[in-house]
């Protein structure tokens, strides 16, 4: 017989790059309702399944899906449906503020609204 080769193990590592969490809260309004949490509820099973994994990975500091809009405001693109956006703004390094959510369609509108909660939110902390 030929001289066989040793058989050889492979062996895989797994790194994982260790990502911060972050509280996530939703903002209310003056009388205590949720923008958000209004969207959220209307919103189909397959969507808020969808919604709420976007939601997780904001919570666990993934933020790949996420840009800059406008006036601190972020957005959330999600690749599904009508093309589902969650907007949110940062408080800091460990809190997401979310603001509301909508679609691709109404994303100027939505924009504006989250901007006006943004700046209400920031006003009623001080």
């Known amino acids: 017989m030929a001289n066989a080769l040793p058989a050889r193990r492979l062996t895989v590592v797994t790194y994982m790059v260790p990502l911060h ?3 996530v809260r939703e ?12 969207w959220f509820d ?4 397959q969507a808020a399944a969808k919604v ?3 939601v997780t990975r904001i919570g666990l500091g993934n933020f790949s899906n996420v840009k800059g809009v406008d006036g ?3 957005e959330y693109r999600l690749d599904f449906g009508p093309g589902y956006r969650i ?13 509301g959510g909508g ?5 100027q509108k939505d924009i504006e609204n989250a901007i006006a909660r ?4 920031k006003h009623r902390k001080k």
């Open 103 to 107: 679609i691709k369609k109404r994303q």
């Open 72 to 74: 601190g405001i972020y």
């Open 27 to 38: 903002y209310l309004d003056r009388s205590r309702r949720s923008p958000f949490a209004e």
């Open 52 to 54: 709420t994994t976007a």
């Open 42 to 45: 209307g919103l189909n099973a």
């Open 87 to 99: 907007y949110f703004g940062k408080d800091g390094e460990v809190l997401v503020i979310l603001l």
């Open 21 to 23: 969490m972050v509280e």
């Open 118 to 121: 943004w700046h209400d939110y």
